[in-house]
């Protein structure tokens, strides 16, 4: 009794495993096997009723066959015992025991003495011995009664064996059975392809929905799903299309909105930045200590508001196509070589070694300088923020194959959770947020946007890789200048503004 209680428990765990699998498997694979299983069944249940069937239907030619011969049989020997032939009885029964599962046949008067026997030994011996010795054969039997006029004669018995029954049903199964298995191979594969296509036709819609959401997580606002039917999933992919609609429009209306707002505060922000210039510089007369702080803070968070409401402006323009690109072959050495002198003496305060790698050699890229040098920029000062005293930040370029230039910045900080990783390039996301807290370090989440929008838009790739408590690097791609593009005037950054040189 236990060891079937656990192999019924072993039967349910399997089962509820394989439904635990089966969750994760895709629409369109669990509509196919369910169709496929669905065939096996149904050729399972068709295979045992058509087998049900023609053991009925052969058993009851059997006995019909059986109940035939009998009669025959009845007749020779009613004729034969109305002629009082003794011999043409005997040959009647002989020629019987001869057909095909036959196993004996005899004939007992009224009295219950048996006349004739096809074995002899049985001969004139008394029916109950006979049927005493009889079974140990496994055999049916069927008499009949023969008559003398209006008075029994006596009774005419034929046992049939028994083997010879299961024997035929076991050919005429094997008969049907291969006919049927290939018939059922044939309807299973038919039915996969079958399935496949229909699966495929009606997972389609649904398919479209979920690229279509991913498109909108990612922040593709003009994506439209295909409408490939008019049923209830057709119905689902105009509603899809109509919210993405009205998403867009609520995201141009904000943008709109904080461009307007940002390109306002420029203006006011500029000029208190410059009027505290203007005080801290002495020209309007000498301040306490005191007073100087006070300026130099209201100065230090205009520019921290200043810079916020620059990369607002920069990401409206990228995200509504509106961002100007001057995209010509440049110098990419002297572009790194400005972000490393801007950010050097922030690197000595902060203890941390600022190194630099980029070889003389390096073919000119195409691209616009000042926006690179904006992009290296925010990798640089993002790199030193999250660096440690004592730590090290590199920014390096190489050439590779594909006629393309890798630009990196490498640093040693606290590195990127693997769960945050495809997250980096998102908009207003920012990644280690108790470490900036630690480090009071503030931001808007733009920056890597802003690269990510520069970078591409000038053909571009740009990703990152990173090992917690190891460091994290940024790498991102410029096409290199072809020969005949270096005879063009270059642009070089002097002091933060774009000059050329011949």
């Given at each position: 009794?236990?060891?079937?209680?656990?192999?019924?428990?072993?039967?349910?765990?399997?089962?509820?495993?394989?439904?635990?699998?089966s969750?994760?498997?895709k629409?369109?694979?669990?509509?196919?096997?369910?169709?496929?299983?669905?065939?096996?069944?149904?050729?399972?249940?068709s295979?045992?009723?058509a087998?049900?069937?023609?053991?009925?239907?052969?058993?009851?030619?059997?006995?019909?066959?059986?109940?035939s011969q009998?009669?025959?049989?009845?007749?020779?020997?009613?004729?034969?015992?109305?002629?009082r032939?003794?011999?043409?009885?005997?040959?009647?029964?002989?020629?019987?025991?001869?057909?095909?599962?036959?196993?004996?046949?005899y004939?007992?008067?009224?009295?219950?003495?048996?006349?004739?026997?096809?074995?002899?030994?049985?001969?004139?011996?008394?029916?109950?011995?006979?049927?005493?010795?009889?079974?140990?054969?496994?055999?049916?039997?069927?008499k009949?009664?023969?008559?003398?006029?209006?008075?029994?004669?006596?009774?005419?018995?034929?046992?049939?064996?028994?083997?010879?029954?299961?024997?035929?049903?076991?050919?005429?199964?094997?008969?049907?059975?291969?006919?049927?298995?290939?018939?059922?191979?044939?309807?299973?594969?038919?039915?996969?392809?079958?399935?496949?296509g229909?699966?495929?036709?009606?997972?389609?819609?649904?398919?479209?929905?979920?690229?279509?959401?991913?498109?909108?997580?990612?922040?593709?606002?003009?994506?439209?799903?295909?409408?490939?039917?008019?049923?209830?999933?057709?119905?689902?992919?105009?509603?899809?299309?109509?919210?993405?609609?009205?998403?867009?429009e609520?995201?141009?209306?904000?943008?709109?909105?904080i461009?307007?707002?940002s390109?306002?505060?420029?203006?006011?922000l500029?000029?208190?930045?410059?009027?505290?210039?203007?005080?801290l510089?002495?020209?309007?007369?000498?301040?306490?200590?005191?007073?100087?702080?006070?300026?130099?803070?209201?100065?230090?968070?205009?520019?921290?508001?200043?810079n916020?409401?620059?990369?607002?402006?920069?990401?409206?323009?990228?995200?509504?196509?509106?961002?100007?690109?001057?995209?010509?072959?440049?110098?990419?050495?002297g572009?790194?070589?400005?972000?490393?002198?801007?950010?050097?003496?922030?690197?000595?305060?902060?203890?941390?070694?600022l190194?630099?790698?980029?070889?003389?050699?390096?073919?000119l890229?195409?691209?616009?300088?000042?926006?690179?040098?904006?992009?290296?920029?925010?990798?640089?000062?993002n790199?030193?923020?999250?660096?440690?005293?004592?730590?090290?930040?590199?920014?390096?370029?190489?050439?590779?194959?594909?006629?393309v230039?890798?630009?990196?910045?490498?640093?040693?900080?606290?590195?990127?959770?693997?769960?945050?990783?495809?997250?980096?390039?998102?908009?207003?996301?920012?990644?280690?947020?108790?470490?900036?807290?630690?480090?009071?370090?503030?931001?808007?989440?733009?920056?890597?946007a802003?690269?990510?929008?520069?970078?591409?838009?000038?053909g571009?790739?740009?990703?990152?890789?990173?090992?917690?408590?190891?460091?994290?690097?940024?790498?991102?791609?410029?096409?290199?200048?072809?020969?005949?593009?270096?005879?063009?005037?270059?642009?070089?950054?002097?002091?933060?503004?774009?000059?050329?040189?011949?």
């Amino acid at each position: 009794m236990e060891d079937w209680k656990g192999k019924i428990r072993w039967i349910i765990h399997k089962i509820q495993s394989f439904r635990e699998k089966s969750k994760s498997l895709k629409i369109r694979t669990q509509l196919t096997l369910s169709l496929v299983l669905v065939m096996v069944g149904s050729a399972l249940v068709s295979f045992l009723i058509a087998g049900y069937v023609t053991r009925s239907i052969v058993l009851n030619q059997i006995k019909q066959r059986q109940i035939s011969q009998l009669q025959i049989l009845a007749s020779f020997s009613g004729q034969a015992v109305v002629l009082r032939n003794k011999q043409a009885l005997e040959s009647y029964l002989r020629f019987f025991i001869e057909i095909p599962g036959v196993s004996y046949a005899y004939f007992v008067n009224k009295d219950g003495k048996i006349l004739l026997h096809t074995n002899s030994q049985y001969v004139n011996r008394s029916l109950k011995t006979w049927q005493a010795s009889k079974e140990a054969l496994e055999t049916i039997e069927l008499k009949r009664k023969i008559k003398l006029g209006n008075s029994e004669s006596g009774t005419l018995r034929i046992g049939f064996a028994q083997t010879y029954v299961n024997r035929t049903l076991r050919q005429v199964w094997l008969d049907l059975f291969y006919p049927i298995l290939w018939l059922t191979i044939w309807g299973i594969v038919i039915i996969f392809y079958f399935g496949a296509g229909l699966a495929v036709y009606m997972t389609r819609p649904i398919q479209y929905l979920v690229k279509g959401s991913q498109e909108i997580s990612q922040g593709n606002l003009s994506v439209e799903v295909p409408v490939v039917s008019y049923n209830e999933l057709g119905d689902l992919a105009r509603q899809f299309n109509s919210m993405v609609r009205k998403l867009k429009e609520v995201d141009e209306r904000k943008a709109e909105f904080i461009s307007i707002v940002s390109h306002d505060l420029r203006s006011p922000l500029g000029a208190i930045i410059a009027y505290s210039d203007y005080l801290l510089s002495g020209e309007a007369g000498v301040l306490q200590p005191k007073q100087v702080k006070a300026i130099e803070i209201i100065r230090n968070q205009c520019r921290h508001l200043n810079n916020m409401v620059n990369n607002i402006l920069d990401m409206a323009k990228i995200q509504s196509g509106r961002m100007e690109y001057v995209s010509q072959p440049f110098n990419l050495k002297g572009v790194a070589e400005e972000v490393h002198s801007l950010f050097d003496y922030n690197a000595f305060q902060k203890k941390i070694s600022l190194g630099f790698a980029v070889s003389a050699d390096l073919p000119l890229v195409v691209g616009d300088a000042e926006k690179i040098q904006q992009v290296i920029i925010n990798l640089v000062s993002n790199a030193l923020k999250f660096t440690k005293s004592g730590g090290y930040v590199l920014i390096g370029a190489k050439e590779m194959e594909g006629g393309v230039v890798q630009i990196f910045v490498k640093d040693t900080g606290p590195g990127i959770p693997p769960q945050e990783l495809p997250r980096v390039f998102e908009r207003f996301h920012q990644i280690n947020l108790k470490e900036q807290k630690a480090l009071k370090i503030r931001g808007t989440g733009l920056g890597l946007a802003i690269c990510k929008g520069i970078v591409e838009g000038l053909g571009g790739k740009i990703w990152v890789e990173s090992k917690q408590n190891y460091g994290t690097t940024f790498y991102f791609t410029l096409s290199a200048a072809k020969k005949s593009q270096e005879e063009i005037t270059l642009p070089v950054m002097v002091g933060g503004e774009r000059t050329h040189e011949s």
